[in-house]
């Protein structure tokens, strides 16, 4: 029998992981099971039977360079992996499996752990592209002329301006939760 | 004790707590969650998440440290410095449970 699949190219920011955890868990509510994500942002799934799962992700480099040890700890847990795609890694567990709610993360200071493991990963790669994109501006304005030369400056500062709105969005949502635990 | 160690670890987490109290004989963090629940009659279930962070963390500050791998699972012993915090641990929770009872 051929397995029905389907694709679907979704937006999430990198901070957006509990918005995309919802996503997941609808679509399986729905009868697609997620299997992968490629490119930029394409969602894949296969047809299922419909039933409630609870999607985690989990940020743990040290976890992909380890990664039998790490989706094993899990795995005994009754979390499956599914897949890592840019340093997330996708876990889903059925509600008919769980005693009472459950997370991959029993407390908040270790979801917290999590966001400062995002932070640290993604603010070196915004600090090349903006150290890049003035550099580039440097040689533009003393060495190369031509579009070709603009075109390149304009994709630096779109992906640099993406990269500070991202931080932005995400400094307002880790202190947000920072608030939160010191009630 | 380094100043930093004091000021992360004590008071600790729930789960860091069991960590070294289940560490004092070699385990793995799967090995871990499942004492626990049997210690706790199933009420506190260890998350995955939570574990594997903790585990590399207290690795990293060196309260416990690796032993030797299992079937794909690592396993871990509690150091001295580990014993060290746990006893601080242990002490600050017998106060708090003298105080609990006392009846003002």
New interface residues.
């Given amino acids: 029998m051929e397995m029905t699949t389907k694709q679907e190219r979704k937006f999430f920011t990198i901070t957006e992981y509990d918005r995309e955890q919802e996503y997941l868990s609808k679509r399986h509510k729905e009868g697609w099971k997620f299997t992968a994500v490629t490119g930029y942002g394409m969602y894949h799934f296969e047809q299922c039977e419909p039933e409630d799962v609870v999607y985690q992700l989990d940020y743990n480099i040290e976890g992909n360079i380890n990664h039998e040890e790490y989706t094993r700890m899990f795995e005994d847990c009754g979390w499956e992996y599914i897949t890592t795609y840019v340093g997330y890694a996708y876990f889903r567990k059925p509600v008919a499996d769980m005693k009472e709610e459950e997370e991959i993360f029993f407390d908040d200071s270790s979801k917290l752990e999590m966001m400062q493991r995002i932070f640290k990963g993604r603010m070196i790669p915004m600090f090349i592209v903006f150290f890049l994109y003035l550099f580039w501006q440097y040689l533009i304005g003393y060495f190369f002329e031509g579009l070709f030369f603009k075109v390149i400056a304009v994709l630096l500062g779109i992906t640099m301006t993406i990269y500070i709105l991202v931080t932005v969005h995400f400094g307002i949502k880790y202190l947000g939760h920072l608030r939160r635990i010191k009630k | 004790m380094d100043a930093h160690i004091k000021k992360v670890y004590v008071p600790m ?3 860091g707590f069991y960590i070294l109290l289940c560490l004092q004989v070699p385990n ?3 090995g871990v ?1 499942q004492m626990v629940e049997k210690m706790t009659d ?1 009420e506190i ?10 585990l ?2 207290m690795e990293k500050d060196k309260l416990i440290q690796f032993v030797r ?1 299992e ?4 396993l871990y012993v509690i150091t001295e410095l580990g014993m060290e915090v746990l006893q601080m641990e242990k002490a600050r929770i017998k106060r708090l449970y003298r105080n609990s009872t006392e009846v003002l």
């Fill in positions: 987490t729930e789960t793995h963090g799967y969650v199933g279930r260890l998350s995955p998440g939570t574990m594997y962070g903790s590399s963390k791998e079937e794909k699972r690592k």
